[in-house]
């Protein structure tokens, strides 16, 4: 009983440590998009402290503006009612969507300089 307990630990230790892993390279311009969605001050703190720990490219930096239309779409598929975790009435209907998109361009304008 004790070793199928502590091999089942294992695994699940396993697979944690794996996510971990594997999250930090791919996934961390989406980490601060949020940061940035409130306020282009902050966002160059989070980046003076970010590197003071580990590099963070013009690559990364762009791809944060991307992250930031791409993190909505979660919202607003959960606002529209159409995501597993959306409950009770749908906060955005069919009609919103031309002014989702209009301030996706808008901030994509705003913030994407290539």
Same mark, same amino acid.
């Given at each position: 009983?004790?070793t199928t307990n ?18 930090g390279e791919c ?6 998009? $949020? %940061?940035? !969605? +409130? =306020? ?12 003071? /720990? ?26 529209? $009612? %159409?995501? !597993? +975790? =959306? ?12 002014? /989702? ?9 705003k913030n994407m300089?290539?």
């Amino acid at each position: 009983m004790l070793t199928t307990n502590l091999t089942g630990l294992m695994h699940e230790f396993y697979a944690v440590f794996r996510e971990i892993l594997s999250a930090g390279e791919c996934w961390r311009s989406i980490e601060p998009h $949020g %940061v940035l !969605r +409130s =306020s282009k001050e902050y966002f160059e703190a989070w980046l003076d402290g970010y590197r003071s /720990v580990r590099p963070f490219n013009g690559h990364d930096e762009k791809a944060v503006v991307a992250f930031s239309i791409i993190g909505d779409l979660r919202v607003v598929a959960w606002k529209l $009612g %159409v995501a !597993r +975790s =959306s409950r009770g009435k749908p906060i955005l209907g069919i009609s919103d969507l031309p002014g /989702v998109v209009d301030k996706w361009l808008d901030w994509e304008r705003k913030n994407m300089c290539f």
